[in-house]
């Protein structure tokens, strides 16, 4: 099936074809006719398989006839990220056709955003706290609203926005489309859907599943030795391109840091920074500025970059759905794609979730015991490595005081080091070919 079986206006086509789009992806090809057509639509998709076009072209569609320069589709995103994408998106879709959005979202000024809106915008893509505010203090009406679409519905629940969902919906029209597209399915996603919904089509695409193009490696270390783990993979595999997930802002930060010293291009991405900061992190990593991005969940959504090679779970998510989502970020597009799980005697229970969830086992190397004088551990700051055994002094030749007290948290006499060593490249479930540094 070609995109030209959708006949959309000779506007849009000309930029489907620009952007090198030839098929739709299956959630494209089963939801674009159902919404061309009116109806309410309840989307099930795992990320990365092209859900963003499945309701933006149709949106534009519908817009190239009616009025102009009132807001007439309204598209809510959990996050910025989220929501600065489909913005730039609409705005390569809708380069010919003269429609226009304007994106809304906290930490930067009200006032340009209710320019933009003011000014004639169609199309307005909104994070659901920021748009409250406006909403609330009477800034712009959605009066005129014919398409409204929740996107990543599970990940707003997640949040904790369906409440204010539930006060957005109070300000646009009860007779409108509807569009909510989400990667799993709650049970009070469902009710949304079921009260929000009139005589919806369902289209579900393995929306539960990790991509099939992507392979799934686990290591078990504890959670000193992860670093040193980290560093071993970059030096031995050929990374494209790198997003590793960490489980808080501040390890984020830390660990990119720490990469950073190690000689590699890295940025980091994390809810304490400012607007300005987290925009220019993602550009920087979109624009192959840096070749790595550690970043905590708020990157699991949102970013869309098909070049990605690698993600690594550096701490275990907290559900099988974030793994889905976290790793959903590689392998997109039919390309292929790798992630790199660390788990601790802790993680058991998560990994047979993951596991059963994947409907197989992950590939787990073999590890091999390395000399303790090994180069490989050179430039790891001693408090993120595996504690290696006591070792006796001499006598008659002390350890200097400071080499005593090396080991994290001033225990006397330990030294740390990585207790194994493995060779990436003989991995199974990596492509065949030369591996390099990320850093060449």
Do not use: W
């Not at 906290?106 to 307005?124: D, H, L, P, S, T």
């Not at 997003?243 to 830390?254: E, P, Q, V």
């Not at 790793?327 to 039919?334: D, N, P, S």
């Not at 006796?392 to 194994?420: E, Y």
Request: glycine share 8%; aromatic share 6%; charged share 25%.
């Amino acid at each position: 099936m070609s995109f030209t079986s959708f006949h959309f206006h000779e506007k849009i086509a000309a930029a489907v074809t620009s952007c090198g789009y030839t098929s739709p992806t299956p959630i494209q090809y089963k939801a674009i006719p159902p919404v061309l057509e009116g109806r309410d639509l309840l989307g099930l998709a795992q990320t990365g398989t092209g859900k963003t076009a499945a309701f933006v072209l149709p949106i534009l569609q519908r817009l190239m006839t009616g009025p102009r320069k009132k807001v007439r589709a309204l598209i809510v995103a959990p996050t910025r990220e989220l929501a600065e994408q489909t913005h730039e998106y609409i705005g390569k879709m809708a380069e010919q056709t003269g429609l226009s959005s304007a994106v809304v979202y906290g930490g930067v000024g009200k006032q340009g955003q209710i320019g933009k809106i003011r000014g004639g915008a169609e199309i307005v893509v909104a994070c659901p706290g920021r748009l409250l505010d406006h909403l609330d203090a009477g800034a712009f009406n959605l009066s005129k609203l014919e398409m409204l679409v929740l996107d990543e519905a599970d990940h707003m629940f997640d949040k904790g926005f369906l409440p204010a969902i539930r006060r957005i919906l109070k300000y646009v029209p009860k007779q409108r489309q509807t569009l909510i597209f989400s990667a799993t399915m709650p049970n009070e996603i469902r009710h949304l859907a079921e009260n929000i919904l009139q005589s919806p089509v369902t289209v579900q695409i393995d929306h539960d599943l990790p991509a099939p193009t992507i392979s799934h490696v686990l290591f078990q270390v504890e959670q000193p030795g992860k670093t040193a783990l980290l560093k071993r993979i970059i030096e031995q595999t050929e990374m494209v391109s790198a997003l590793i997930f960490t489980r808080t802002k501040h390890k984020a930060k830390t660990l990119a840091l720490q990469l950073e010293k190690f000689g590699y291009s890295v940025t980091s991405l994390q809810g304490n920074l400012s607007q300005q900061k987290r925009q220019q992190a993602l550009d920087g990593f979109k624009s192959g500025k840096y070749k790595i991005l550690v970043a905590t969940d708020i990157a699991a959504r949102g970013i869309d970059v098909s070049r990605i090679s690698h993600v690594v779970n550096y701490d275990m998510p907290d559900t099988a759905e974030t793994y889905t989502h976290r790793t959903g970020r590689t392998g997109r597009a039919c390309r292929t794609g790798e992630a790199f799980t660390f788990a601790g005697r802790e993680d058991s229970r998560m990994i047979s979730l993951i596991e059963r969830n994947l409907g197989k086992k992950m590939q787990r190397p073999t590890l091999t015991d390395i000399p303790q004088e090994s180069k490989s551990s050179a430039g790891i700051p001693a408090e993120m490595e595996y504690e290696r055994p006591r070792q006796v002094q001499k006598k008659r030749n002390p350890a200097p005081a400071r080499a005593r007290t090396a080991g994290a948290g001033g225990d006397r006499g330990r030294r740390r080091s990585v207790p194994f060593d493995f060779d990436v490249r003989n991995l199974s479930t990596v492509a065949g070919g030369r591996r390099k540094s990320v850093a060449e």
